[in-house]
């Protein structure tokens, strides 16, 4: 077994933690209002205050125990886990069984190796559900050097209940309400008092009744020892009669005589006297339980108590309330340096005066004594014991013969040291049968994830946000976010808990180069944003695979695919890259001109066309400029296609002074495309010719048929049921001084 030790030497003050327990399931797994502070491995007692059943009986067996059931059941114990604040599981097999609906607590303690007690040590009072005992524990020693008390920390005593003036009758019943206003109240115990049965002079177990209509003592609260009954007010000639008083407490020896059952109880608290005056005080709290557990106490004549409480002062011309019984020290000791007292005794009642008249109004009865438990390896010569019941009030400042007398009032009986007590552990594991929901588990937005418990008979998994199904053994969801999923699996009786966390990564937010047209021959810087990591593929026509900003050269269309990580969530996308071929530009020839003649320059295959130098020419955007000549000059052509792709051409001018006269130059362009598809553009193959005599043309398939055919200088073929493709010409012209020439080509036909 796992025991998680504290490292720290002082205790002062309440050094436990309390929690109520809400419900006890069949496996003996509990559920607590709130679990804060507790964690897996903290040691705690597991201790039922109350819930014994009694005679609900209109006589003087009114408040007999019947059935005890689990009122004093405790074991020490060891949280196993904490599950979703509320739920505790434990690693040691329950000795006994609970009722959650019957004041069931958890109380946890530290565990010291050694500690010292350096000022007066305590526990949280008894408040109906929680508090009312201490535990104090060392692997080693103990040294104290402050008072441990938790004296009137048990059972709580009750209110007084003013009544109105008495009737002619006296008022025998052993129960009725508040509202009756025959009757003060009972003390609390281990029996559940209703508002039907909460006040008269009948016990509740261990709890003091209430004096009866008039002015008559409380009775004391039990434990070991029985709770003293009430005292009588002694009727005179003008007085109204109290001869019912609060019965004491019932005894609880036979669930420690023998050790038979191994309950530990708390003090009962005595009954209320009967008022009607307002000066009766609230009955004696009982005592609380204390366990003391060390390998060597050291102590210097110290003290540890559990006493019941006295009832503070004197009551004037009303009823006195009953102490409060002695509660339970458990002493697990090897050995004891120096004195030390254990101390349980019962409380005092509460004294009354009677204000110097011939009256002799009812006393409290005295608490019962409680319990000292000492283990069997404490040697107990340097160990003192104060067992004593508490003794009853007394009737003072009377002028008749009650005076200094209990009148009828009783002591508390006396409580008893039981030696060789072994205190309720038990060393079986609680249960074997565990789960586990596997390693924790990172997935990417938007991917799913399959959860899954490795035994078990029925699951709950918790929350179901993103589930398919929370009740199944492998649920699957797609959670946006990281979450921890707990599941809860459930085998026979036992049932255990385990917790994977998913954890969610986001994706990339991939940005990138569009989509885009590349020329032949280019190279194109392509960019990546919003990854860690980056991978382009192919690897084909690129510098850097894993950079965000590679260089691409591709000849052909390409597509390249980035793929951009965030840790192991990865993103992927296509870059489509249209590679357009430059156009083919032809231009016109070399050619040497005089200053001041005049020539058209020409250039084809493009659909935009950019002259320079910007000298002596008419048109630097057309495809035929004219220029003058002043000088030579070489003219560069940029012809560019509608992709923006472009090639480069120049004509070289020539300039002479020319003294003889220059013959006209024949000049004959054709053009290597048309497009006859009736917008107005390039609709027409034509062929630009000057300065020519004879001409002739034919244009031939590509199987070397003549598709057309002209002598005309000035033709214009529309391309008419042709199809698209390349086409071949043949030209024969003569110039002006009648020499012969002949032009092969071919040109595209493209609608």
Not at 230 to 241: A, D, F, Q
Request: one cysteine or more.
């Amino acid at each position: 077994m796992y025991v998680a030790f504290a490292y720290t030497q002082n205790a002062c003050g309440i050094i436990n933690s309390y929690y109520s327990v809400s419900m006890v399931d069949t496996c003996s797994n509990i559920m607590v209002v709130s679990s804060k502070g507790l964690q897996k491995g903290d040691r705690v007692v597991i201790m039922q205050m109350n819930g014994a059943d009694a005679l609900l009986n209109n006589n003087n067996a009114f408040g007999n125990l019947t059935a005890i059931n689990g009122a004093g059941n405790y074991e020490f114990n060891v949280v196993n886990d904490v599950v979703a604040d509320t739920q505790l599981t434990f690693s040691l097999r329950f000795l006994n069984t609970y009722n959650a609906s019957k004041a069931l607590q958890i109380i946890q303690f530290p565990a010291y190796r050694s500690v010292n007690v350096t000022c007066p040590l305590s526990c949280l009072p008894w408040n109906g559900r929680t508090g009312g005992v201490l535990v104090l524990f060392a692997t080693d020693t103990i040294r104290v050097q402050a008072k441990i008390d938790i004296s009137g920390k048990g059972f709580r005593g009750s209110y007084p209940l003013n009544a109105g003036n008495c009737l002619p009758l006296p008022y025998s019943d052993y129960y009725t309400t508040a509202a009756s206003n025959l009757a003060a109240r009972k003390g609390e115990g281990l029996f559940l008092l209703s508002a039907a049965n909460e006040c008269g002079r009948g016990k509740a177990v261990n709890a003091g009744g209430g004096g009866n209509e008039h002015n008559s003592g409380g009775g004391g609260g039990g434990n070991y020892g029985k709770g003293g009954d009430g005292g009588e007010r002694i009727k005179n000639v003008l007085s109204c009669p109290g001869n019912y008083p609060g019965i004491g407490g019932e005894a609880l020896s036979v669930f420690y005589n023998g050790l038979q059952k191994n309950k530990l109880f708390m003090g009962g608290s005595g009954g209320c006297g009967h008022e009607n005056n307002n000066y009766s005080d609230t009955s004696g709290s009982g005592g609380g339980i204390a366990f003391v557990i060390a390998r060597i106490v050291k102590c210097n004549g110290d003290t540890i108590a559990s006493n019941g409480e006295n009832v503070k002062d004197y009551c004037v011309e009303d009823g006195g309330s009953g102490g409060g019984a002695g509660g339970v020290i458990v002493f697990k000791v090897d050995s004891v340096y120096g004195k030390v007292c254990l101390s349980v005794y019962g409380g005092s009642g509460q004294s009354v005066d009677n204000s110097a008249k011939n009256e002799c109004y009812g006393p409290g009865g005295g608490g019962g004594g409680g319990v000292a438990l000492i283990s069997a390896k404490t040697k107990v010569n340097n160990v003192l014991f104060d067992t004593l019941g508490g003794k009853s009030g007394l009737v003072y400042n009377s002028i008749g013969t009650c005076n200094n007398t209990s009148n009828y009032a009783s002591n508390g009986f006396p409580g008893r040291t039981f030696i060789n007590y072994v205190y309720n552990e038990n060393p079986i594991i609680f249960r074997k049968f565990t789960v586990s929901a596997g390693a924790d588990i990172t997935i990417c937005r938007g991917d799913s994830v399959h959860l899954n418990a490795s035994v078990g008979k029925s699951f709950l998994w918790s929350p179901n946000y993103k589930l398919n199904n929370p009740n199944i053994k492998s649920p699957s969801g797609a959670p946006d976010s990281t979450i921890s999923y707990i599941v809860k699996a459930f085998d026979s009786c036992s049932f255990a808990f385990d917790t994977v966390t998913i954890t969610v990564l986001q994706l990339p937010n991939l940005s990138h180069t569009r989509d885009t047209i590349l020329c032949y021959g280019d190279t194109l810087q392509l960019f990546a944003l919003g990854g860690s990591n980056y991978k382009w593929s192919p690897p084909v026509s690129i510098d850097n695979i894993t950079t965000a900003n590679p260089r691409v050269w591709p000849s052909t269309d390409a597509k390249y695919i980035i793929s951009a990580s965030n840790g192991s969530c990865i993103i992927s996308d296509t870059i489509r890259i249209k590679v357009v071929q430059s156009p083919i530009v032809t231009s016109s020839h070399d050619t040497t001109l005089c200053i001041g003649d005049k020539l058209i320059l020409y250039a084809m295959g493009a659909s935009k066309y950019a002259w320079s130098p910007n000298i002596g020419i008419n048109d630097t955007s057309i495809s035929n400029p004219e220029i003058t000549a002043t000088r030579s000059m070489i003219y560069f052509v940029k012809g560019s296609n509608s992709a923006g792709c472009y090639a480069i051409n120049k004509v070289t001018i020539t300039v002479d002074s020319c003294k003889k006269p220059v013959k006209e130059l024949t000049q004959v362009i054709i053009p290597n495309v048309f497009t006859p598809n009736k917008d107005g553009v390039n609709d027409v193959f034509e062929i630009v010719a000057k300065n020519v005599r004879e001409f002739s043309v034919t244009v031939f398939n590509r199987w070397g048929q003549s598709v057309f055919t002209s002598q005309d200088s000035s033709f214009k073929w529309d391309g008419a049921n042709a199809m698209d493709g390349i086409y071949y010409y043949k030209i024969n012209y003569t110039d002006l001084d009648m020499q012969s020439f002949e032009n092969k080509g071919a040109v595209t036909l493209i609608r």
